[in-house]
């Protein structure tokens, strides 16, 4: 993405998820204390070799702007790893929200995923940091230029140049 047009976009785009984050506490979403059960694990493994997408996760309305977006919420490490692998489609206004239990550099890649999608790397603050074009079985790391990434935000590729 150029420069200028990222930063005129996150100029724009003030994403706030402040709101998220005390949903997330109210609905226990924050990072578990106890390790993912050995039934989480191996229907991950089950899915992983049947090439099937993960379940649909618990979902939260987000606002972005005037728009509204329902979510998964992807907060385990298991959630994360899967994240859009082997899915067909993404509505308009559907995403999947990453949340880290800490701020951290962060790196996506696009394997075994099918649609192209823009992720959006968001501070603790809920401020957009960075967006990056992820292309469809593109391995290639998208790494942040931040190490303050605590959430991120996968959206249909263009979403937030669509939405200005």
């Known amino acids: 993405m150029k420069n200028a047009t990222a930063s005129s976009i996150l100029q724009f785009v003030r994403l706030k998820l402040l709101l998220i984050a005390s949903v997330c506490v ?15 694990v191996t229907k991950v493994e089950a899915a992983e070799a049947n090439r099937e997408p993960q ?22 490490p ?10 067909k489609q993404m509505g308009e206004q559907e995403g ?43 391995e290639t790391p998208a790494t942040a230029a931040s190490d303050k990434v605590r959430y991120v935000l996968e959206v249909p590729e263009g979403w937030f140049v669509r939405h200005k």
């Open 78 to 87: 298991a959630e994360h790893e899967r994240g859009m692998m082997f899915r």
């Open 55 to 76: 379940p649909k996760l618990p979902t939260l309305k987000l606002w972005i702007g005037a728009q509204e977006m329902v979510t998964e919420i992807a907060r385990a």
């Open 96 to 138: 999947m929200i990453f949340i880290f239990p800490q701020p951290k550099r962060t790196a996506f890649w696009m394997k075994n995923t099918l649609v192209p999608l823009t992720a959006a790397y968001i501070g603790s603050d809920g401020v957009v940091l960075e967006l990056h074009d992820l292309k469809p079985l593109d």
């Open 26 to 40: 109210v609905l226990g979403c924050g990072p578990s204390a106890s390790a993912p059960s050995a039934t989480t």
